[in-house]
């Protein structure tokens, strides 16, 4: 793998990762691009504990252009994108809408606010010692951070599972990559890969990429991982993940896909219709502790993966030139905070918001108001629709 | 108000609450309505420490149905709905396809599991003193509680704005009634009244309703309150919320609407384009708990806000015969629960999905994935903007 760093017209950095060990990669960003000012604050909510960003600048970013102005597409003669060169294998770029970026100078110049506000450690509730002073109720901190973009195909109209496995594996060498540099950043506490796929999830670009977070504080969904994972380490002695997966693997019932490395399965309480996790079946923390023939096997299963998500709604009448509509979903590699990594299992979560045919799952009042799940669809039918739609 | 309390022809409760103390309510089901089996299973979310309903049952419930089939109309002729009587003021009924219903004694019939499935205490986490038996990882529970439909206007092409006065003051009279009742059963833990409009949100009825779900467990965003108030009280020795009304108030940049009684105000770090928390001045854990003076300012200050929610976003041409389009919103109830009341406090949490005209804020792999939520709307600014839609 080539790895090969240049900067965009505005001055967001942006990397070619190429298969081929000669390619080169010296095309200039000819557009007149003013370098974006970027303020986000990070605030605590006071009554739930979580942190939460607000990026008021984004609301102008761009929004389902026409498919002649993607700026995901090469360059290719005067149609300038965010990609200079004229093809490409995979590249990643800072998000010119971000809502983390790295300009905590500016933040500071623009505020007067310095880059002080503390976060409670990760995954400790309870455990701080009472103080004399009282804690401000109205806490914040600035946006730094890092919002990147990841586009793993020059063909506007393919999608991750049409890659084959050796371009996959470029994308996981790309993600672990990010994985190292973003998180050695010194305000960067936890690095998040992800996908969202299809305008029902939200997408507003229909070029098919990824994207990846580098956050300078450990997300909520995390912090109640590293609390249930350490409550199951105080009671049992052992780690929680390697008890999940050693019971899965011992009552298969919601087993979907197994390889030497890697076992997926749906969770036991699954909050959406089709939902999957996969963990390599030695427990690490991060993309980065994965071992080569780890790396190896992931690609084959993943796209596996994919593509059964894409048969899942399928009517049973479409042909290789009508091929069903492709399942939206959201893929999320889930991998420990500076903070709080010791008891973390790296693995991807993924699932589709759509519940049958035509119908979404919607995050509505019992959800989005109570964070309580309501799933349509049993975790062990999820898992048997899973098996039953393989090649 | 006048309370009546009937029956369905599949044995369902169905209530009457009328203004009217002398109505008749004598209206009988004449469908031939089989009894529905309702099975469903709560998990715990052995990673997140949450619990998830599983209701695989619920995928065949109504949906979008044309409005000459509407439910939720009152029965007309032989055009046999859901509410007996030819008209009605408030209704409220139980859920035909319910998340959670009451018949343990079925969900032990056909499972064989007994009704033991415990649950650790709310808002206590790492406070179980280590056992010598491991607890199992996949715990489940019965799917008991009650999910019902709340009517609050016979008017198909209504809404909870367009009521006047004295009608909100029956729902709220009506929400009050179903929280006392369904809190005293002997499964339930937690009262949670709540409205969903708009079919961005998921409705499938259009037909104006709000829903009540009482769980059986205290759900994970109550939890997280109750955690935070505890460590707020362990620290400061004052109540939480208090506490945050009281510095809303103080520095009112945020506030958007003060009664006597009441005060809105956008939440220092929202996580919905235009949200606003509505609490009474004098901290109650439940809508039970509320004064006459309190119930009586409530519709006046709760109308003005929905009314404004519905101007967020006219482009400002339109007219009497031309609204604008209605804005999606999540209205919902927060208020204690049996297992971790003391520190709570009841209030409404009020929010859209809309970030702009034609643009809906979606939770996609950030919010999803994390549960870390991007805001593109400074708080400020929306406080700012709701004032300015004032009548």
Same mark, same amino acid.
């Given at each position: 793998?080539?790895?090969?760093?240049?900067?965009?017209?505005?001055?967001?950095?942006?990397?070619?990762?190429?298969?081929?060990?000669?390619?080169?990669?010296?095309?200039?960003?000819?557009?007149?691009?003013?370098?974006?000012?970027?303020?986000?604050?990070?605030?605590?909510?006071?009554?739930?504990? +979580?942190?939460?960003?607000?990026?008021?600048?984004?609301?102008?970013?761009?929004?389902?252009?026409?498919?002649?102005?993607?700026?995901?597409?090469?360059?290719?003669?005067?149609?300038?994108?965010?990609?200079?060169?004229?093809?490409?294998?995979?590249?990643?770029?800072?998000?010119?809408?971000?809502?983390?970026?790295?300009?905590?100078?500016?933040?500071?110049?623009?505020?007067?606010?310095?880059?002080?506000?503390?976060?409670?450690?990760?995954?400790?509730?309870?455990?701080?010692?009472?103080?004399?002073?009282?804690?401000?109720?109205? =806490?914040?901190?600035?946006?730094?951070?890092?919002?990147?973009?990841?586009?793993?195909?020059? +063909?506007?109209?393919?999608?991750?599972?049409?890659?084959?496995?050796?371009?996959?594996?470029?994308?996981?060498?790309?993600?672990?990559?990010?994985?190292?540099?973003?998180?050695?950043?010194?305000?960067?506490?936890?690095?998040?890969?992800?996908?969202?796929?299809? $305008?029902?999830?939200?997408?507003?670009?229909?070029?098919?990429?990824?994207?990846?977070?580098?956050?300078?504080?450990?997300?909520?969904?995390?912090?109640?991982?590293?609390?249930?994972?350490?409550?199951?380490?105080?009671?049992?002695?052992?780690?929680?993940?390697?008890?999940?997966? $050693?019971?899965?693997?011992?009552?298969?019932?919601?087993?979907?896909?197994?390889?030497?490395?890697?076992?997926?399965?749906?969770?036991?309480?699954?909050?959406?219709?089709?939902?999957?996790?996969?963990?390599?079946?030695?427990?690490?923390?991060?993309?980065?502790? =994965?071992?080569?023939?780890?790396?190896?096997?992931?690609?084959?299963?993943?796209?596996?993966?994919?593509?059964?998500?894409?048969?899942?709604?399928?009517?049973?009448?479409?042909?290789?030139?009508?091929?069903?509509?492709?399942?939206?979903?959201?893929?999320?590699?889930?991998?420990?905070?500076?903070?709080?990594?010791?008891?973390?299992?790296?693995? =991807?979560?993924?699932?589709?918001?759509?519940?049958?045919?035509?119908?979404?799952?919607?995050?509505?009042?019992?959800?989005?108001?109570?964070?309580?799940?309501?799933?349509?669809?049993?975790?062990?039918?999820? $898992?048997?629709?899973?098996?039953?739609?393989?090649?």
């Amino acid at each position: 793998m080539r790895k090969t760093t240049t900067k965009l017209a505005d001055g967001r950095e942006l990397i070619y990762y190429d298969r081929d060990e000669s390619a080169q990669r010296d095309a200039r960003d000819r557009r007149p691009l003013e370098p974006t000012a970027s303020l986000a604050e990070i605030r605590r909510d006071p009554v739930l504990g +979580d942190w939460v960003t607000v990026a008021a600048h984004r609301q102008a970013r761009t929004y389902h252009p026409p498919a002649d102005e993607c700026p995901l597409c090469p360059s290719q003669g005067e149609r300038l994108s965010e990609i200079p060169a004229a093809d490409y294998d995979v590249v990643v770029f800072e998000n010119r809408f971000p809502s983390l970026a790295a300009d905590a100078a500016a933040y500071v110049a623009a505020t007067g606010e310095p880059l002080s506000a503390e976060q409670p450690a990760a995954g400790q509730p309870g455990t701080d010692p009472p103080t004399a002073e009282p804690p401000a109720l109205h =806490l914040t901190r600035p946006g730094v951070g890092r919002c990147e973009v990841v586009c793993f195909t020059a +063909d506007h109209h393919a999608s991750f599972a049409a890659l084959d496995e050796a371009k996959a594996r470029l994308v996981m060498d790309a993600w672990t990559d990010r994985t190292a540099e973003l998180g050695a950043l010194p305000d960067v506490d936890q690095v998040f890969c992800f996908e969202n796929r299809g $305008a029902e999830i939200g997408v507003t670009l229909a070029h098919p990429h990824g994207q990846i977070y580098a956050f300078p504080f450990t997300t909520p969904r995390t912090v109640k991982m590293i609390t249930q994972a350490n409550e199951h380490r105080a009671r049992t002695g052992r780690n929680l993940f390697e008890d999940l997966l $050693a019971a899965e693997l011992a009552d298969p019932v919601r087993v979907v896909l197994t390889g030497e490395h890697w076992t997926a399965f749906v969770p036991f309480a699954a909050r959406w219709p089709y939902e999957v996790h996969l963990y390599p079946n030695r427990r690490v923390p991060a993309l980065t502790a =994965l071992s080569e023939a780890e790396r190896a096997e992931f690609p084959r299963l993943y796209l596996e993966l994919l593509r059964r998500f894409d048969r899942l709604f399928g009517s049973g009448t479409e042909t290789p030139d009508q091929p069903p509509a492709p399942t939206p979903y959201i893929s999320a590699w889930h991998q420990a905070s500076r903070r709080g990594g010791a008891e973390l299992a790296l693995h =991807l979560e993924l699932f589709t918001i759509r519940r049958t045919v035509g119908k979404l799952k919607f995050l509505a009042g019992v959800e989005s108001g109570m964070d309580a799940f309501v799933n349509d669809v049993s975790p062990e039918a999820a $898992a048997q629709r899973l098996r039953e739609v393989a090649t």
